[in-house]
């Protein structure tokens, strides 16, 4: 016969092969059934805790990966619809010594190419007053005059140094300075020289004769050089310009006007960052409606969930947006290459984006293409503005993943709590088993006992009583 200890009996209750060898003639698989029983109703709880547990988990994986996809999405869709990488436009002058050219500030110039010829170079009107042998001394003169319909006040005791600082004080458009000349003998003689800003005329009043008038009575001004304005042709339109920079003949380009020739000039756009950035809004769109179709399938983490079944259906709407006030052929993106069709043999949607279609349409009117891209208010401004909401800090997806957390934060220690709950039942009931068992087999070891008394006392014909079994139950 072999023996155990009441504290060993409770794990051979999981293991009734054993026990049935330890103790062949007593018979507790029905005892020991009825503790494993026991054991797994114990254990239910915590199973159902930890199936949630887990679920909340996979969940929370699931929304990091579509959170993923729609970040990539969103730079993408952010590069598209910043105004900057739209403005990257290629000018080049093929003789600089004629001309230079440059976006203008907020410019996008069409591309083509421009020739221009330079037949005059414009001209400063200059005027040189009489020579005075001070530049500081009291000229006593008093009186006014107007330069360009501004007036000039004159004072007895104005030298020709305070009558510059006045003209150029009063912003008359014209530029007043006193030159020294130098004799070979070293005698210094000074001049007032005035000069237009612009390539025009200088329009001169003089009541008082100030301006004019030699000797004392006056400054003596007399025009060195007449005014004139730069005279060019721009693809053979004949133009003029008061300034050494145009800003107005070719739209989107400032013209700097350097000398007398012939240039040609070059415009390209480019656009490569936003062109790039469309590109891969296409692909975009394909991995995060791949990664959906993945997490919101049947019996995946986010089947039914409605957040998550609705984000394609909220950028298709937007995407499929048409600006009435935008110019006919210019009203949504499909006019200009970013195609959103029903995919029949998946029954999905595909963004496909058409390169030829798009270039063909910006070279026609850039401007009507970036309103469709640029701005709070274009089409592919308010897709980001959806996409910033949804992935923000303080967004949609990160409010879900907070909520998701707290859930598993609270279900673990619930997970905890019916752990120890259930360490303290299983300890109560193995040892309520154990007493058990142990009562059983003190009962089995008196029965033997006697039965092998018996055998002695009759000599073994008690023997075919001692093979018979004793059931625990």
């Not at 005059?145 to 000039?152: A, H, R």
């Not at 612009?198 to 000797?215: E, L, M, R, V």
């Not at 003190?442 to 009759?458: I, P």
């Amino acid at each position: 016969m072999s023996s155990s200890s009441p504290s060993s009996i409770s794990s051979l209750l999981n293991n009734p092969t054993l026990l049935s060898a330890m103790y062949p003639g007593l018979n507790l698989s029905g005892l020991a059934n009825l503790y494993q029983a026991e054991e797994q109703a114990l254990a239910s709880p915590l199973t159902n805790i930890t199936s949630q547990v887990q679920g909340l988990s996979a969940s929370s994986q699931a929304w990091s990966q579509v959170e993923s996809a729609i970040s990539q999405l969103q730079s993408d869709v952010s590069a598209a619809s910043t105004a900057s990488n739209w403005a990257s436009p290629s000018v080049t002058s093929s003789q600089s010594s004629v001309l230079g050219a440059a976006v203008s500030s907020g410019g996008t110039p069409v591309s083509g190419v421009y020739q221009i010829s330079v037949s005059a170079q414009g001209l400063y009107n200059t005027y040189l007053s009489q020579s005075e042998s001070s530049s500081t001394t009291a000229l006593g003169l008093s009186g006014s005059f107007s330069l360009n319909g501004t007036s000039v006040n004159v004072v007895s005791s104005d030298s020709l140094s305070a009558i510059a600082q006045s003209i150029n004080a009063a912003n008359t458009g014209v530029t007043a300075t006193v030159l020294t000349q130098t004799s070979s003998g070293g005698t210094a003689s000074y001049y007032l020289s005035l000069s237009s800003t612009i390539y025009a005329p200088i329009t001169i009043s003089d009541p008082n004769g100030i301006f004019a008038g030699t000797g004392a009575s006056g400054l003596g001004e007399t025009q060195n050089q007449a005014a004139q304005p730069w005279s060019y042709t721009v693809n053979g339109l004949q133009t003029y310009s008061q300034k050494s920079t145009d800003s107005a003949t070719i739209p989107g380009l400032t013209l700097t006007l350097q000398g007398i020739g012939t240039t040609t000039l070059a415009v390209t756009n480019t656009n490569q960052p936003a062109t790039s950035a469309i590109q891969k809004i296409s692909s975009d769109y394909a991995t995060l409606q791949s990664t959906l179709s993945q997490y919101t399938g049947q019996g995946q983490p986010l089947a039914g969930d409605v957040t998550a079944e609705g984000i394609l259906g909220q950028i298709n709407g937007i995407l499929l947006q048409s600006q009435n006030s935008a110019p006919v052929g210019f009203q949504n993106l499909s006019s200009v290459g970013l195609t959103l069709s029903y995919d029949k043999s998946n029954t999905s949607a595909k963004l496909g984006f058409a390169q030829a279609t798009f270039d063909s349409q910006y070279t026609a009117n850039p401007t009507a293409v970036q309103n469709l891209f640029v701005g709070d208010g274009s089409i592919m401004g308010q897709l980001s503005s959806y996409l910033t909401q949804l992935t923000s800090p303080t967004g949609q997806i990160s409010s879900l993943q907070k909520g998701i957390a707290s859930e598993i934060q609270s279900m673990t220690q619930q997970e905890q709590s019916q752990q120890n709950l259930i360490q303290m039942q299983q300890s109560s009931l193995s040892s309520l088993f154990n007493q058990e068992i142990t009562s059983l087999l003190a009962v089995y070891s008196q029965k033997s006992t006697v039965s092998a008394l018996m055998s002695q006392l009759t000599g073994g014909s008690s023997s075919s009583s001692s093979g018979s079994s004793t059931t625990g139950g």
